[in-house]
C-alpha cells in the first residue's frame, strides 16, 4: 500500500511512515518518516533538547533494555574505533564518578587481601577477554562485597553488563523487601 505525503507530497510504500493509530484510516502518520525525522530535527535545534526529552528517553529505554543492549552491542561491534574514543572521552567527562568507583574499591581492600591472586585473576581476564566481576558487589546500598580474590569471578562481558551490581548470592528475598528497599537494590 503507498501513500502520499503531506509534506513532500511524494507517494511512498507505508513501511516509510510511522504507525499512527490515531489516523484510523491508514494506521500511519500524515508525513513521512524522512520528513518527520526532517522537521523533528529543526524543531531540536530550535528548541533545543529539553529536560522531559530526557526523562522519556530514559524511560524507554528502561522499558526496552534489553533491545538497548543488543543495539549497543551492534554499534560497537561495527566500530570498535569510535566505541574506544567515546568511552575515553566519557572517562575523561566522568573523572569524579570514576574515582569514586576506584576509591570504593579501595577502602574494600582488606589488610589481609591476597594481591597476587587478585592480580591472577585479573591477568585471567586479559588473556580470555572476560571481565573481572564482584560475586558481593562492591557498590551497592544495602551490602558491601570484598576486593578479594575469591570475591572475584570472570564473566563475559555481556553476562557482566546484564548483572550490574544489582544479583548476588543470598540476596534479600524481593518479595519481603519493603518497595523503597527494593528501588536501593534495582537502581
Ligand atoms: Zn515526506
Not at 522519556?56 to 570498535?80: L, Q, Y
Not at 550490574?164 to 543470598?170: A, C, E, I, L, Q
Request: net charge positive.
Amino acid at each position: 500500500m503507498n501513500y502520499v505525503c503531506t509534506k513532500c507530497n511524494v507517494e511512498k510504500p507505508k513501511e516509510l511512515f510511522y504507525a499512527y493509530k490515531e489516523n484510523t484510516i491508514k494506521g500511519v502518520s500524515a508525513k513521512c518518516k524522512d520528513c518527520v525525522k526532517k522537521i523533528s530535527k529543526e524543531y531540536r535545534k530550535k528548541v533545543g533538547h529539553t529536560k522531559k526529552d530526557a526523562e522519556r528517553n530514559k524511560r524507554w529505554r528502561d522499558k526496552n533494555i534489553e533491545h538497548c543492549r543488543i543495539v549497543e552491542a551492534a554499534k560497537r561491534a561495527r566500530n570498535p574505533e569510535s566505541y574506544k574514543k567515546a568511552m575515553s572521552k566519557w572517562a575523561k567527562n566522568n573523572q569524579a564518578k570514576l574515582r569514586l568507583l576506584r576509591d570504593a574499591r579501595r577502602t574494600c581492600i582488606p589488610s589481609w587481601a591476597e594481591i597476587e591472586k587478585i592480580n591472577v585473576v585479573y591477568d585471567k581476564s586479559i588473556k580470555y577477554g572476560l571481565e573481572v566481576d564482584h560475586i558481593v558487589p562492591i557498590k551497592n546500598k544495602l551490602v558491601c562485597g570484598l576486593h578479594v580474590w575469591h570475591n572475584l569471578q570472570l564473566l563475559e562481558r555481556k553476562l557482566n553488563r546484564s548483572k550490574g551490581n544489582r544479583f548476588w548470592p543470598d540476596m534479600p528475598d524481593q518479595t519481603q523487601l519493603s518497595s523503597a528497599q527494593l528501588q536501593t537494590i534495582t537502581a
